[in-house]
């Protein structure tokens, strides 16, 4: 893997989107990036590069739940393809109806998409504590996603 990590600073990416979203909710808008960049690097055939280079979220899981972490291993069923799936599924339907409630409000997309980023990060954070500091991204929905990307790309290239 070539190419400079920036997951030591990227944390400083989310730790903004949140204050500033929190300081005015239209900024939350910009939580489209955070889920349109890895699907982008996937898109482009960089597979999961986002996640071990980029990702803000898991840069700032990494970084501050280090030493508070109990660093157990998470249960094995949330590790498998099934439970990745369906929660893939379940995060999608979940936003999809945020974002068809708020209609073509900007506001309360932008809200959407905040309050979304919001509870991943929260889930993320109560995971990180509990099992090791990046569980989250063992079972984060856009890895996952950008990983079937990866996987089809590559199957295609072998047909």
Not at 18 to 47: K, N, Q, T, W
Not at 94 to 117: C, D, E, P, T
Not at 133 to 145: D, E, I, K, L, Y
């Amino acid at each position: 893997m070539k190419g400079k990590s920036h997951m030591n600073w990227s944390w400083i990416i989310m730790i903004t989107f949140l204050v500033l979203s929190i300081l005015d909710v239209r900024f939350g808008i910009f939580g489209f990036a955070c889920m349109g960049a890895p699907l982008y690097h996937a898109i482009r055939g960089r597979g999961k590069i986002h996640c071990q280079k980029y990702c803000p979220r898991g840069s700032l899981l990494g970084k501050f739940l280090e030493n508070i972490s109990l660093k157990n291993n998470l249960p094995k069923g949330m590790t498998t393809r099934t439970f990745k799936n369906i929660l893939l599924f379940l995060m999608i339907t979940v936003f999809s109806f945020s974002l068809y409630h708020a209609g073509f409000n900007f506001k309360r997309v932008a809200f959407s998409v905040f309050r979304f980023m919001s509870i991943s990060l929260i889930l993320g954070i109560i995971m990180g504590v509990i099992y090791k500091p990046r569980s989250w991204c063992v079972v984060c929905p856009m890895g996952h996603a950008t990983g079937m990307i990866r996987d089809a790309q590559n199957k295609n290239r072998k047909n």
